[in-house]
C-alpha cells in the first residue's frame, strides 16, 4: 500500500558538504527502495516528506 510519511527533525551540520553528502547517499538509498519525497531545510529545522510501499517506510 502506498504510504506518505511525513516528519520534521533538527540537526546541525557544521558545513554544506555534509549536507551533500546525506542527500546523496538517501538519494541512493531511497531510489533502490522505492521511495520518493522531498527534504526542505531551513534554519536546521528539516522538513521531509517522504512517500513509497508501507513495509518499506
Known amino acids: 500500500m502506498l504510504t506518505t510519511l511525513i516528519y520534521r527533525s ?3 551540520l557544521t558545513q554544506e558538504t ?7 547517499k538517501a ?3 531511497n531510489a533502490a527502495r522505492g521511495i520518493t519525497g522531498i527534504l526542505l531545510l531551513k534554519d536546521n529545522v528539516y522538513l521531509q516528506i517522504l512517500e513509497g510501499d508501507e513495509c518499506v517506510l
Request: proline share 0%; charged share 25%; aromatic share 0%.
Open 10 to 12: 533538527q540537526m546541525h
Open 18 to 24: 555534509d549536507l551533500i553528502l546525506l542527500v546523496e
Open 27 to 29: 538519494n541512493t538509498e
